[in-house]
Every structure is written in structure tokens, then in C-alpha cells.
């Protein structure tokens, strides 16, 4: 192959949005007076489950948002009741997020290399877009596709596709570097784009795929 492209996912790669999630659920299961030890976990994966409805579509993303409050709550909210719940969430969630030091250095070595830089997320675009621009990362890019704007997100290869579409760059061209096995690396494949995956925790050693577990490993020249 001829590397001319790199897909990037955002959160969990570029931006650290877990501890952020974690930290926040915490504060907010504490002021609605739950202080169980396992909060984050529980929320964790009460959201993943929510938001993968609203990536198949089946609710909509602020749906999604009060199906949360509901669920880990066990309380029937109205509308207004379980958005207002999540605002108070939100807010600290928002405040914590982070850019991994090794995220900006390896965007200006891929740009160094002349290649194409696009980043795709399974997100909601606005949210997205924030997150890009308060981190100093959308200047270092040349577009960012969300899952909010296509008919589906990673790991179906739409996704990928108009990702590459975006950049100009073929398939064989290119390469996916993420920290979801399923969504990047699987996804990935599946579009014909060589994954790189980046297990930060160091969790799931593999010789299946390229595996980094920083981004300071990745050299494009």
C-alpha cells in the first residue's frame, strides 16, 4: 500500500472522555444520593447501551440521553424531568474532558507526511465539533465525519466510506487508528482499511492487526 490517509477515531483516542464520563457519573450518582462504588461502571454501560439504540436509530440522541437518567435511576421521569437530570450531568462531563498528550503530536507528524487527516466518530456532530475545536484539534485536520449526519456509524463500512470520501483517499490508501476493537479495528477491516489498534490500557495483546498502545508509536514516513 501507498499511505496517503489516516482515519482517526476522537474519543478514547485523541480525547480522554472515559475518565471525564467516569468522574462525572460519580458526582452526579452522589447528588442523587447513590454512592454505590460501582456508579461509573453501571453508567458506563447503561450508555453504551442507550447510545447504541440511538446509532441504530431506533431512539433519537436526546431519547437516548433520558433513557440514561431513567434506567440507572429506576424512576418514570417526564421528558423535561429526565433532560434536566442529565444537564446536571452533562455539565461536569463537559468540564472534564482531556486531550491525551500524544494526541496533537501524531496529527502534526501524519501532516508532515503530507498525508490526508480525517477524523470519524461514532457522536453527535455539535458535541463532536466542541470537542475538536476546545482541544485545538480541528485546525490540525482536514475533516471530521460524525455518525449523527449517516445512515449508519462504525462499524459499518458507510461510515468508513464517507469518511474516505472526505479525504479523497481509497480504502487500500489508508489506515484506521482506534481504541474500539469492534468499531475501529473490526469496522475497519470490514471497509478494506488497515486498523491500527491502540490499546492504551494494555489489555488485549493481539497479532491480528498493528497494536500500539500510544499514539507516540505511530510513524507515517
Not at 462531563?93 to 501524519?110: C, I, K, N, S, T
Not at 461514532?122 to 482541544?135: D, H, I, S, T, V
Not at 458507510?158 to 474500539?180: E, K, P, S, T
Request: with cysteine.
Amino acid at each position: 500500500m501507498t499511505l496517503r490517509g489516516v482515519i482517526f477515531d476522537l474519543d478514547g483516542t485523541l480525547l480522554d472522555t472515559r475518565s471525564a464520563q467516569d468522574a462525572a457519573a460519580r458526582a452526579w450518582a452522589t447528588e442523587q444520593g447513590d454512592t454505590a462504588a460501582d456508579v461509573a461502571e453501571r453508567w458506563h454501560l447503561i450508555a453504551e447501551r442507550h447510545y447504541r439504540r440511538y446509532q441504530l436509530r431506533e431512539i433519537g440522541f436526546e431519547d437516548q440521553r433520558r433513557e440514561r437518567v431513567r434506567e440507572f435511576l429506576g424512576m418514570e421521569l417526564t421528558d423535561a424531568e429526565a433532560s434536566e437530570l442529565f444537564s446536571t450531568y452533562l455539565e461536569r462531563y463537559e468540564a472534564g474532558w482531556q486531550r491525551y498528550a500524544d494526541a496533537l503530536p501524531a496529527l502534526q507528524r501524519a501532516r508532515a507526511a503530507s498525508l490526508r487527516i480525517v477524523v470519524l466518530s461514532n457522536g453527535q456532530a455539535a458535541q463532536q465539533m466542541r470537542k475538536l475545536e476546545r482541544f485545538g484539534l480541528a485546525e490540525a485536520i482536514d475533516a471530521a465525519v460524525f455518525s449523527s449526519e449517516l445512515p449508519a456509524g462504525k462499524p459499518d463500512p458507510r461510515a468508513f466510506h464517507a469518511a474516505l470520501a472526505a479525504i479523497d483517499v481509497d480504502a487500500r490508501d489508508a489506515w484506521m487508528v482506534g481504541d474500539n476493537w469492534d468499531a475501529d479495528v473490526c469496522g475497519a477491516r470490514g471497509a478494506g482499511v488497515f486498523p491500527v489498534y491502540l490499546d492504551r490500557e494494555n489489555s488485549r495483546p493481539t497479532t491480528e492487526c498493528r497494536r500500539v498502545t500510544s499514539l507516540a508509536e505511530l510513524e507515517f514516513s
